[in-house]
């Protein structure tokens, strides 16, 4: 068959809605946008544990040393399937690693941003997770199989996340003036880098004609940013705290919020690797990565004796 026929069975397939399995026929330029983005998110996954995993031995309570525990074994756990997925677009883990700790991989914006009080732990748990639960819940429809199964059971885990994010902010709201203070200092340094997670403006984003047609996005950057607008503009004030934008504002024609401009070179320098922590981030994954090769070793030299072991009791069964 000429690969246009291949083609024109493919995009019917995405139309009607019919999933990608890994062995179907699909688009070089279809499989590489896929390994980018998934490959992408989860690299975010595991270099987002480091925020908060700093915070672990320093939780206010045995019950938020708890939940921050939980939290940050989720984030591997969804990194682990999506690397999972990527793979069965034949790349290697290996391969995406290296991506990563060479920088030709990205991961997101947000993870380069530096966590200095308790109350950030709060902040990234309401505005990242909830930006990342916006992003992610119509990559549950994604049209590639694989990715789109992997994000049912990260969204419902994402979903617990920004639940306990937005607690623990608001029992500190009610606290003492200094707790309330450090809430609003919190909001105050992650609510831009939040809304930056969902990329650049419409007219700048290059990969977004073609996920859109190819129902990989099913929404594009800037619609989703402006339901995140909403949706926290609203919980904000449950908190008895604002956001750090004077020109946020209830518009009544278009039924959403106005908001101001974002500061889109932060946005590209921190992108480009120059973040308040990009360096950190980066140096401490190759470290893990290096220390832990003896590791990689010996399960794998374990793998190869349990084989040969089967191979040996099938052979004195046969
Ligand atoms: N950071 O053409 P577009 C989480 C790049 S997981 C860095 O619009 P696209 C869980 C983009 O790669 C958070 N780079 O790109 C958690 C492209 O460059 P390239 C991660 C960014 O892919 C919570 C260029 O800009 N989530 O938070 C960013 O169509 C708490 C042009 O952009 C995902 O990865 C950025 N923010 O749309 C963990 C979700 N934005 O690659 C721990 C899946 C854009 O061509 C604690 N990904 N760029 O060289 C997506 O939905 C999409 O990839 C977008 C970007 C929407 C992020």
Not at 24 to 41: G, N
Not at 107 to 130: E, Q
Not at 153 to 178: D, I, P, W, Y
Not at 287 to 306: C, I, M, Q
Request: glycine share 6%.
């Amino acid at each position: 068959m000429a690969v246009q026929n291949f083609e024109q069975i493919f995009q019917q397939k995405i139309d009607d809605d019919i999933r990608i399995e890994p062995k179907d026929w699909m688009p070089e330029k279809y499989r590489q946008t896929l390994i980018r983005q998934i490959s992408q998110h989860a690299h975010s996954e595991i270099v987002g544990m480091l925020p908060e995993g700093s915070w672990i031995s320093r939780a206010p309570s045995l019950k938020r040393k708890q939940i921050l525990v939980a939290k940050v074994q989720d984030e591997a756990g969804h990194g682990l399937y999506l690397y999972s997925a990527a793979e069965t677009l034949g790349i290697s883990r290996d391969e995406m690693i290296e991506q990563l700790h060479s920088g030709k991989a990205k991961y997101s914006s947000i993870f380069n941003y530096p966590t200095i009080t308790w109350a950030d732990m709060g902040a990234i748990g309401w505005l990242v997770d909830g930006a990342a639960i916006m992003n992610q819940v119509p990559l549950c429809r994604a049209s590639y199989g694989p990715y789109s199964r992997a994000m049912i059971r990260v969204c419902k885990e994402e979903s617990f996340h920004q639940r306990q994010g937005f607690e623990a902010l608001l029992v500190l709201s009610k606290g003492t003036a200094e707790q309330k203070a450090m809430v609003q200092d919190a909001i105050d340094r992650w609510w831009w880098p939040s809304i930056m997670m969902f990329g650049p403006h419409d007219a700048e984003s290059s990969n977004s004609e073609s996920s859109m047609k190819w129902k990989i996005k099913r929404f594009s950057n800037d619609e989703l940013r402006q339901r995140f607008v909403d949706m926290i503009a609203e919980q904000v004030k449950l908190l008895g705290m604002t956001l750090p934008d004077p020109d946020l504002k209830w518009n009544e024609d278009t039924k959403h919020y106005d908001f101001g401009k974002i500061n889109w070179e932060e946005f590209w320098n921190v992108v480009s690797g120059n973040g308040p922590c990009n360096k950190q981030r980066l140096d401490t994954r190759k470290k893990a990565w290096e220390e832990g090769v003896w590791v990689r070793e010996a399960a794998a030299a374990h793998a190869e004796k349990r084989k040969q072991r089967v191979v040996v009791k099938e052979g004195i069964a046969a």
